[in-house]
């Protein structure tokens, strides 16, 4: 089993879920993150790891990104969500990874994307009187001076 094969499973059971594929990666839509995710913790593939999740801040959306393993088939699926800034929520994956649970918070505290349904979503990193994100683009903090780039 490679990603090619993991990607055309996917197409194939739910024709309208991915938004964008390349051969090392997929970006889904948002609404069909769970069923998705779901086929593929059960399925043959057995992505049963949540490796890691994060984001990426592209200005006008933010990327959540998720890094899904098999140890059966030693493969990695990288796979990605794009949030527009006006609505910056999405399905959290607790019900299927514990692991998702401290991430999310993370990906919470340093984007601002929120999780719903997530058990605990509170800061994790950051005071919890900050209103804004450290690793948006447009952060400014009272205070805070960047280190000059050399």
Same mark, same amino acid.
């Given at each position: 089993m490679d990603i090619a094969s993991v990607i055309q499973r996917i197409e194939e059971q739910f024709p309208c879920a991915i938004a964008e594929k390349t051969p090392g990666w997929i970006t889904l839509k948002k609404e069909s993150l769970i069923p998705v995710f779901h086929c593929l913790m059960t399925g043959p593939e057995a992505f049963i790891s949540l490796h890691c999740l994060t984001a990426v801040d592209r200005k006008d959306s933010?990327?959540?990104? =998720? !890094?899904?393993?098999? =140890? !059966?088939?030693?493969?990695?699926?990288?796979v990605k969500v794009l949030l527009p800034n006006v609505d910056l929520t999405i399905d959290s994956l607790t019900p299927l990874w514990d692991a998702a649970n401290w991430l999310e918070r993370e990906v919470f505290d340093l984007f601002g994307v929120k999780f719903s349904g997530h058990p605990d979503m509170r800061r994790i990193l950051n005071p919890d009187h900050w209103t804004t994100h450290p690793l948006r683009k447009d952060f400014k903090q009272d205070g805070f001076v960047p280190r000059p780039v050399k």
């Open positions: 933010v990327e959540v990104v =998720y !890094h899904l393993f098999s =140890y !059966h088939h030693k493969i990695m699926l990288t």
